[in-house]
């Protein structure tokens, strides 16, 4: 059995035995758990050191961990990854930014983690990248020589050529991109678009199978949808020492509770949501007194321009919408700019009698599968999905929406809360069926198996 070397932007804040965060962390610690494994990434510290951290071993996993220094941070990370990458991956062309100067810090940050990594690894372990900090990453582990099997994992998407060529320098990262082995997305759609520019911009063959043939290469593709742990947060989720604060919710709501969680991000959908619920009190006043929602965004990226302004305009129409129909004793719309901790998170998923994720593009959306397992299957509440997640693909029996039409989310919201109890838990039933098929478990397993292969 090979060694399984991890390597990400981040590596997570892990403490043995402790509850794990989001699902990157959480696939790959149940990946590295089982037979042991390396991982490394940035440490999130910048710093003016350029010595390696000291190595950390949490039971058979060892942390390994480096500093960025300024110069690096703010071209690699908050330029070309965050600034250039992030958006337009995402569609958001207009919020996209480039400059020569930061893609060359992203290529020099990405041969940082190569040397780094190169000087861990033994020749017959398997390399598994996660995600658009790396892109280049393989195509710098190949130059110091290095002939293992490297995988990436996209979590974002992949947009058609006509987007991704907006990028100036996009040949030059699909070429590199072309050094992994394997290419891991979320859809098939992404997929297909990737293969699409390699096929008709960048002359390659295809193989039939995801497979490739192109800078005198074979690159394999495919689809490896990334799942959550069902029981464990439906466990979490009713344990009675985390639901303190979901208990101290109820105590204040009248009766409907729509919820939302996300990463404060522009492409998250947060400004159009906001505009659907005010189109919803409006258009559907029967409700009033009666809906609360709550809107949990913990800032993200927040020395990065877009992200600021994403926040202020956010603040600024929370306050408006609540100042147009709130009442003495109703406040319809609650703002919190902060995070839970996961345990305390899943029960008031469950609280929740639907959850709104509307994303304008999302890789995937773990927050749509973990408020479908959470929910008692006696008693569900309703998903209300934006078409342009990639959980759309699997969750087809939520309420799927365009989050662009604000009457259509809005008659959603209503459904919803009208939806009988034999339709909301065959919907439920559904969604839990292809979430058990599609588990975390099987994301992992299938990626590595077609990386061995
Ligand atoms: C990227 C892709 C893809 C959120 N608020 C709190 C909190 N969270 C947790 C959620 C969930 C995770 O963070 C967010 O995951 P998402 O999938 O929704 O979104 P991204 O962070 O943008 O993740 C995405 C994912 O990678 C995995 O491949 O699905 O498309 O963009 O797990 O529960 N956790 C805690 N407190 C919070 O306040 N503890």
Redo the contacts with the bound molecule.
């Keep these: 059995m090979s060694r399984l070397v991890v390597v990400s932007n981040r590596v997570a804040p892990i403490q043995e035995g402790e509850a794990t965060?989001?699902?990157?962390a959480a696939g790959v610690l149940d990946a590295l758990k089982g037979h042991g494994g390396i991982w490394f990434g940035w440490s999130g510290n910048v710093t003016t050191e350029s010595e390696p951290n000291p190595a950390r071993q949490v039971g058979p996993i060892t942390l390994f961990t480096i500093d960025l220094s300024r110069q690096d941070y703010d071209q690699f990370y908050r330029g070309f990854a965050n600034g250039t990458l992030w958006p337009t991956l995402h569609y958001q062309i207009g919020l996209g930014t480039y400059d020569r100067a930061e893609f060359a810090g992203y290529k020099r940050v990405n041969e940082l983690f190569a040397r780094s990594v190169e000087k861990l690894i033994k020749p017959d372990d398997l390399i598994w990248a996660h995600d658009y900090h790396l892109l280049c990453f393989a195509d710098s582990l190949r130059a110091l020589g290095v002939k293992n099997r490297i995988g990436l994992f996209l979590?974002?998407p992949f947009p058609g050529p006509g987007v991704f060529m907006t990028i100036p320098c996009h040949a030059e990262v699909i070429r590199s991109m072309c050094q992994y082995d394997l290419l891991g997305f979320q859809t098939e759609q992404d997929q297909a678009a990737f293969l699409d520019y390699v096929i008709r911009h960048a002359g390659g063959t295809p193989l039939g199978d995801g497979a490739v043939s192109v800078f005198d290469r074979v690159v394999k593709t495919g689809v490896y949808p990334?799942g959550v742990h069902v029981e464990e947060v439906r466990a979490q989720a009713e344990l009675a020492a985390n639901r303190r604060v979901a208990t101290r919710l109820r105590a204040t709501l009248l009766d409907w509770l729509i919820l939302s969680?996300d990463?404060l991000?522009y492409s998250k959908g947060l400004r159009q949501r906001f505009a659907a619920y005010e189109r919803f009190l409006q258009d559907y006043p029967t409700w009033h007194n009666n809906v609360t929602f709550m809107q949990?965004a913990?800032p993200s990226r927040s020395d990065i321009e877009t992200y600021q302004a994403i926040r202020r305009e956010l603040e600024g129409e929370a306050g408006r919408i609540n100042g147009r129909f709130a009442e003495v004793d109703w406040v319809p719309l609650r703002y919190l700019n902060k995070?839970?901790?996961?345990n305390v998170?899943m029960p008031l998923y469950a609280e929740a009698q639907a959850c709104l994720v509307t994303p304008l593009r999302?890789?995937?959306?773990?927050?749509a599968k973990?408020y479908v397992a959470a929910q008692d299957p006696a008693e569900p509440g309703v998903l209300i999905l934006s078409q342009f997640a990639?959980a759309a693909n699997e969750l087809q029996a939520a309420l799927v929406v365009n989050p662009y039409d604000q009457e259509g989310l809005a008659a959603a919201m209503d459904q919803a809360f009208a939806m009988r109890l034999e339709e909301r838990q065959e919907r439920h039933a559904a969604m839990i069926k292809v979430m058990r098929e599609n588990s975390l478990e099987r994301w992992r397993d299938r990626f590595q198996a077609d990386l061995l292969g």
């Excluded at 965060?21 to 990157?24: E, H, N, P, R, S």
């Excluded at 995070?339 to 996961?342: G, I, L, N």
């Excluded at 999302?362 to 927050?367: E, Q, R, S, Y």
């Design positions: 965060a989001g699902g990157l979590h974002i990334i969680v990463r991000d949990i913990p995070s839970f901790p996961r998170l999302d890789g995937m959306n773990l927050v973990e990639g």
